[in-house]
């Protein structure tokens, strides 16, 4: 055994620690030290106290690459079955996406397939998805149920998403969506609500499937009156909230679960100064998702100089579904970020690491580079951070690959 005070040493790395929304923290020619997991140390490589074999048990050489937080998508739909390719040709020919809902399309569709599959099923086509969100450097994802709406589905869901975090390396934070909406066998909401209540949440809670509750709150789903017993539910039990809310319309969703407290509300087109007001007194995270937006051609923009007037930190997501935002790539919905709401690249990386880690409750363990956080990162083989935003289809390392353990004095 040896007792060198630190397990791992990165060298000739560079990093962007990702200390603010207004800067990237870089690092240039910079040491990064691990111990159990942690990060023990990090800086100018000039700056370490000794000799780098002297202080760690395994130096390694990352020839000049770039470390950055581990990605946080804290916002996907990632686990159901089949797809909506044909609502999708049917938007593109005109009719809205709240109109294919109406019409028993929408949810409901995905619905009756994720019922359909096996657990094998779900779990295989859900994976293929995970393993392309893990090429872009993703190591913590939220991952919602909702497509079930019925004990058994719900719970299948949220064993799917279990499975594939004792199978991936990631961290999965599991999030129950049962009231996404309305169940065919239910004609009356309040029925429905009550029913999640009393056997859905408390079942699967009981069975540690659920970290936190979600609810889709719209004209086309729940009201917030309507979903009050449900987050007074979520509560009693200990468990954080977060909503869908102000997507398509302003349901004053942000202030109902700014009472709440809420870890993050997400969508937000249509929130007014009134909501953006009330979430910045909770503390709750502006989670915006620039894949649904444009996937749905909406042309109603979130507020983000407001929320930026009110310090709201902003996080941004994938909002990965088979419906309204097909997509697994969070650098691409960064680029979105960026290009159609407006964000600059500071801002995007801050929303998919310090801000996506507060939108889990997660911030004091990840979601920048700092001493004491896990060891969570993202390796690219670019010349700036800026890169992955820029550049459509940019990969992360796989971890530690080609990065050679050298002997350094
Ligand atoms: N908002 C969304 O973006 C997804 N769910 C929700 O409440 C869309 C879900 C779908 O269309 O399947
Ligand atoms: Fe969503």
Redesign the pocket.
Known sequence: MSNQQWDTLYLNANLATIPSDDDLGIINNAALAIKDGKIAWLGARQALPAAPTTLANECVDCAQQWITPGLIDCHT?LV?AGN?SREFAMRLAGQS?AEI?KAGG??LS?VQATRQASLEALYQQSAQRLQTCLQCGVTTIEIKS??GLDLDTEMKMLRVAQMLEQNFPVRIQKTL?AA?TLPPEFSQVEAYIEHICQQILPQLYAQGLVDAVDA?C?KI?FSTQQLEPLFARAKQLGLPVKL?AE?LSNQHGAQMAARYQALSVD?LEYIDAAGVQAIAAAGTVAVL?PG?FYYLQETQKPPVELLRQYKVPIAIAT?C?????PITALPWVMNMACILFGLTIEQAWAAVTLHAAKALGLEQCIGSLSVGKLAEFAFWEISHPAEVIYQLGTFAKPANADLTKVKFD
């Open positions: 739909h159901y909506r996406y809902a929408g949810i995905t909702g497509y969506l996404h889709f719209e789903a869908h997507q969508h998702l649904a909002d579904n088979p419906g309204s935002s």
